[in-house]
């Protein structure tokens, strides 16, 4: 039994910067205020420890501040752990598969490209911009004619044609609108 080759997916380094920043800032933290009280200082760099400690010994599990923190961060774990988890936005669109042990694909930048190409090649079109959603794609194309009639049609038909050449995994539909781009003598 062959296996598929998987197309890669984005990374979470957001999530993962914020989660190792703030471990490293703990651990730089604790280890600078281990170094002090083993030293015999009483002030750290967390401020007066045994002050910090006489009023923690009086705080109680059930007081609303010690639960408050602990919902907050209970949440902020959460979130982390769910960014985490979400697997990240694939870098690549998958095309037509050659065969069973290849898988070829397309950025989603690289597609953009060559529908604002394929929509500037149109002729009337002098401006173009186009982007790349789940399951669709939307052209905008710009026009210093007046007369604009069937226009838009000729430059969806050109970048569907574009798509279908590609043959995405996922059928693309394309959307395309246009605006008339009013040139400096007409101002």
């Known amino acids: 039994m062959s296996r598929r080759a998987a197309l890669p997916r984005g990374r979470r380094a957001v999530a993962s910067t914020v989660v190792a920043v703030l471990v490293i800032a703990a651990a730089v933290l604790s280890a600078i205020t281990a170094v002090q009280l083993w030293s ?3 002030r750290t760099a967390l401020g007066d420890v045994a002050r910090y400690a006489h009023q923690l ?3 109680r599990w059930s007081d609303v501040g010690v639960l408050v923190a602990g919902i907050v961060l209970a949440a902020l774990g ?3 752990l769910l960014a985490g988890l979400v697997p990240a936005r694939p870098t690549l669109l ?3 598969d ?3 042990q290849t898988r070829a694909g397309i950025t989603r930048s690289g597609l953009r490209a060559d529908m604002v190409a394929t929509a500037l090649a ?3 079109i002098v401006q173009a911009k186009a982007s790349i959603g789940r399951r669709r794609i939307r052209i905008v194309a710009a026009t210093p004619f007046t007369d604009r009639e069937g226009l838009a049609d000729a430059v969806r038909s050109a970048a569907q044609s574009r798509v279908d050449t590609l043959q ?3 059928r693309l539909a394309v959307r395309a609108r246009l605006r008339r781009r009013v040139s400096r003598k007409e101002t």
């Open 94 to 96: 998958g095309l037509a």
């Open 122 to 124: 149109v002729d009337g």
């Open 40 to 42: 015999g200082r009483d």
């Open 57 to 59: 010994h009086g705080v």
């Open 98 to 100: 050659p065969d069973e």
């Open 168 to 170: 995405p995994v996922q």
């Open 78 to 80: 959460a979130l982390v």
